[in-house]
């Protein structure tokens, strides 16, 4: 029994002096893919204090303590073991706020952040008022996160999209058009292992959006052809660390997407509205658009009326964006989260006459300081 315990002593020692040798020896890890998130690098004492300012030898610890978790050897297999102990052994509802209904991955937002809402739904007044004063249409057209679909179902708590919906009904100025989305989507029109939804099955979404823009195009007869990118993991597959089959990325094209050109105005670039090469990126989704980009104007070269519409939108919009584009000689694209509106008025010329189309996801609208003021 004694040389039991003193083997069992000895292991523990081993491993206890031996993981942390391992991972400083080993090269740092640059980002995490599973994640999707850069990882904590080695740094002296010295140079955090430089990048750091005002940082005392405890905040240096804390430091340290997350970059030896972030360089852990095998880190993201014991995610994945930790996450199925918690959810499957200890019989947790959820792991870090990411849980699992069915085949679905959602994360938990259960309460409704009215300052955060509110102050987003100013900036939106604000732009409006000072830069789009023509005689274009301005929509608003709230996207319900999977939790809407999910959170009830499965037991777990979730504000209502009624109550999301009032506010941003009682805050927007009149001539601002709003459009619920809801009931023009199911649980199956979003990725089971991401937060957005299949641009392929948002076609009756487009539709309504064109229809209260004024266009009487419909998007159902553009005559799309569907290609499709298999085994892909989005976000919530590497953030919930649970097992989950993987989803298809599809996309739509035809000949007027083919043509159409995408002008970056930050990085003076062009490029096409779906970018291949991202399918073999850290977030695949990033084929929509070029993925997180501040500013894009899409030029399309079918359409030569000179109508403009304007889209302000969060990430949901990179994949709607393509099928809003026949009516249009160009869709400017403003991500306000990256760009001020001061800045993107200077950049792009944007017409006071041009259709404004507000389109935000609820947890986007529900998290504070989002959006550059």
Excluded at 56 to 82: K, M, N
Excluded at 137 to 144: D, G, S
Excluded at 166 to 183: F, G, K, N, R, Y
Aim: with cysteine; glycine share 4%; proline share 4%.
């Amino acid at each position: 029994m004694k040389h039991r315990t003193l083997i069992i002593i000895v292991i523990f020692i081993v491993a206890l002096v031996a993981v942390p040798i391992s991972t400083l020896a080993m090269p740092d890890r640059q980002i995490s893919e599973v994640e999707r998130r850069p990882l904590a690098q080695a740094m002296s004492y010295q140079e955090y204090l430089k990048s750091h300012y005002g940082a005392e030898l405890a905040d240096y610890f804390a430091y340290l303590e997350t970059y030896l978790l972030d360089q852990f050897p095998f880190r993201d297999d014991l995610r994945v073991l930790t996450a199925m102990a918690r959810v499957y052994g200890l019989r947790q509802r959820d792991n870090n706020m990411y849980y699992k209904v069915g085949e679905h991955l959602s994360k938990l937002d259960p309460v409704i952040r009215e300052n955060a809402v509110q102050s987003a739904l100013s900036l939106f007044n604000e732009v409006c008022r000072t830069y789009f004063s023509g005689q274009g249409k301005h929509v608003f057209a709230l996207i319900p996160d999977k939790n809407a679909f999910m959170a009830e179902s499965g037991g777990y708590p979730h504000f209502q999209y009624d109550s999301f919906l009032e506010m941003v009904s009682s805050e927007l100025d009149a001539q601002t058009q709003i459009l619920p989305l809801l009931e023009y989507l199911s649980l199956d029109d979003y990725y089971r292992t991401d937060p957005h939804w299949d641009q392929t099955k948002l076609l009756a979404v487009a539709d309504a959006l064109l229809q209260m823009l004024g266009v009487r195009n419909d998007a159902q007869d553009e005559g799309y052809e569907t290609h499709v990118h298999s085994s892909y993991f989005g976000t919530f597959a590497g953030q919930a660390a649970l097992p989950v089959k993987p989803d298809e990325l599809a996309w739509l094209t035809n000949e007027t997407l083919d043509q159409a050109i995408v002008y970056d105005a930050i990085t003076k670039q062009t490029a096409s509205i779906y970018q291949t090469d991202k399918l073999e990126g850290t977030d695949p989704y990033d084929l929509f658009l070029g993925g997180a980009q501040a500013l894009l104007s899409v030029k399309n070269l079918k359409q030569l009326n000179g109508r403009q519409l304007v889209v302000f939108r969060d990430s949901y919009g990179s994949s709607m964006v393509p099928l809003l584009i026949a009516d249009y000689s160009e869709i400017v694209v403003v991500d306000l989260r990256y760009v001020s509106m001061s800045v993107a008025a200077g950049l792009v010329d944007i017409h006071a006459d041009a259709d404004v189309l507000l389109l935000y996801s609820t947890s986007v609208l529900n998290s504070p300081g989002a959006f550059k003021q």
